[in-house]
C-alpha cells in the first residue's frame, strides 16, 4: 500500500486503487486448496459486511490487521469483532 495514498474507508483493495496488492492476494485465494476455501457465495457476503463496517480502511480490518478479502476467502474464516459481523 502506497504510505502517501489516503486511506480508503469502507474499501477492498479491489476498489481502492491497490491493484497489486490485491493480485498477490488473488493469487494467493487461488492457491488454497479447494476444502479450506469458503464458496464465492459466502464469499460475497463476507466482503458485503466488511463494506459496511466502521473497522474497515483501505481493504485492512483495523481489529486484525487481515486483508479482509484473504480472511473472508478461508472457510473457517471469522470476523474478530466483538459482535462477530460474520
Ligand atoms: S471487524 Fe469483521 S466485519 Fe469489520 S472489517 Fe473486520 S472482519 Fe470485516
Given at each position: ?22 493480485e ?9 486448496p ?9 464469499y460475497e457476503?463476507?466482503?458485503s459486511l466488511?463494506k459496511?463496517?466502521?473497522e474497515?480502511?483501505?481493504g ?14 478461508k ?6 469483532h ?5
Amino acid at each position: 500500500m502506497s504510505m502517501s495514498r489516503k486511506p480508503c474507508r469502507l474499501c477492498l483493495l479491489q476498489e481502492c486503487g491497490e491493484q497489486e496488492l490485491f493480485e498477490v492476494i488473488r493469487q494467493r485465494i487461488a492457491a488454497m486448496p479447494p476444502a479450506q476455501k469458503a464458496d464465492p457465495e459466502l464469499y460475497e457476503h463476507r466482503l458485503s459486511l466488511c463494506k459496511r463496517c466502521e473497522e474497515l480502511v483501505s481493504g485492512t480490518c483495523r481489529k486484525c490487521g487481515c486483508y479482509v478479502e484473504l480472511r473472508a476467502a478461508k472457510k473457517g474464516g471469522c470476523c474478530p469483532h466483538e459482535h462477530k459481523r460474520w
